[in-house]
């Protein structure tokens, strides 16, 4: 398994823009396909975006399409989200998530790896 470490969570207005990052261990990073979750209070862990290995290939919700964008760097083991025109219902817990198929499933049960969880707040 890896280990996750998100940062880049906080307080923003809407129409405001965050950047998310996931710094993870291990020699074969590069192997996973990598990720994003949200849960807001009450909810359930829903899916936001993923990519591949290479990064050639990604999946976005379709409530984040458009607006959110998630990259990686391979030679630093760091996956990004970038975040833009945030709206409240944005806000949620984001939680960093390596795996094998995700990307295809967007099943959180898919997930292998999980980070500790940002918090993103977006106020309107």
């Known amino acids: 398994q890896v280990q996750l470490l998100e940062s880049g969570g906080g307080l923003v207005q809407a129409g405001g823009s965050l950047r998310l990052s996931c710094a993870a261990s291990?020699?074969?990073?590069?192997?996973?396909?990598m990720g994003w979750f949200r849960q807001a209070p009450g909810k359930e862990r829903d899916f936001v975006a993923a990519?591949?290995?290479?990064?050639?290939?990604?999946a976005y919700s379709d409530s984040v399409k458009g607006r959110f964008t998630i990259s990686r760097d391979n030679a630093k083991n760091t996956v990004y989200l970038q975040m833009n025109n945030l709206k409240p219902e944005d806000t949620a817990v984001y939680y960093c998530?390596?795996?094998?198929?995700?990307?295809?499933?967007?099943?959180?049960?898919?997930?292998?790896?999980w980070g500790q969880g940002t918090q993103v707040t977006v106020s309107s």
């Open positions: 990519i591949s290995g290479s990064g050639s290939s990604t």
């Open positions: 998530a390596a795996g094998r198929i995700f990307i295809l499933t967007r099943r959180s049960a898919d997930v292998g790896s």
């Open positions: 291990g020699r074969t990073f590069s192997t996973y396909v």
